[in-house]
């Protein structure tokens, strides 16, 4: 069982990097990138609410929203499956709101810094993803738990590392029609082939 959830952990941070395999998150994947301290800190709020919101949302699918999950209430039929997105968001805003009220107490500097980009984490779509892929796989609480731990990791890690190869770039002598942003898609892609590599990656 722990085999399978160190994979499973692998898997979500390096295999299936939301933001550099499936591109999630990407608008503040790119805007929150350009400096290392400020990429590091979005990293670690975008790890402590996926980790949070990704087994919570699976106890409201599991118990609350999926087909069935009101048996234990005597209601069997009952499917209220259509809510999930705007659940699962809910549960996100609410931890977004947390998160950001312990950075305003204890490092206001880096809440300052980050601006209107740490409240848009609520709608960052690597965060609701994490919760879509739990419900869509039929995770269960603990595989939830790491799954959620795994995909933060993994996406704090690709915007610290981008970010620290976008500091480098800045010394770099670009062409003229790659400068700023273009540079920035280009090397996205490039580190995005990069962790392509890691699905090889046979543990034992």
């Not at 919570?56 to 005597?74: D, E, K, M, Q, T």
Request: hydrophobic letters at 60%.
């Amino acid at each position: 069982m722990t085999g399978s959830l160190v994979d499973l952990f692998v898997q979500a941070a390096l295999v299936e990097n939301l933001a550099l395999a499936f591109f999630l998150g990407m608008c503040m994947f790119i805007a929150v990138s350009k400096r290392l301290e400020m990429a590091a800190g979005f990293g670690v709020a975008v790890f402590a609410v996926q980790t949070l919101t990704v087994p919570l949302n699976h106890l409201i699918w599991v118990y609350l929203l999926r087909p069935g999950a009101l048996s234990w209430a005597g209601l069997p039929d009952v499917d209220l499956g259509f809510l999930s997105l705007i659940t699962f968001v809910g549960v996100i805003a609410a931890f977004v709101q947390i998160v950001e009220m312990v950075l305003e107490r204890w490092l206001p500097a880096l809440a300052g810094s980050l601006g209107v980009f740490l409240p848009l984490i609520t709608v960052n779509c690597a965060i609701l993803g994490g919760s879509l892929f739990m419900a869509e796989r039929q995770y269960d609480f603990a595989e939830s738990a790491v799954f959620g731990a795994g995909s933060g990791f993994g996406w704090a890690v690709a915007i610290c590392l981008l970010a620290a190869i976008r500091e480098k770039l800045e010394y770099a002598d670009a062409p003229e029609g790659l400068q700023g942003v273009g540079l920035t898609f280009l090397v996205v892609g490039l580190v995005s082939l990069a962790f392509l590599g890691f699905a090889g990656i046979e543990l034992p």
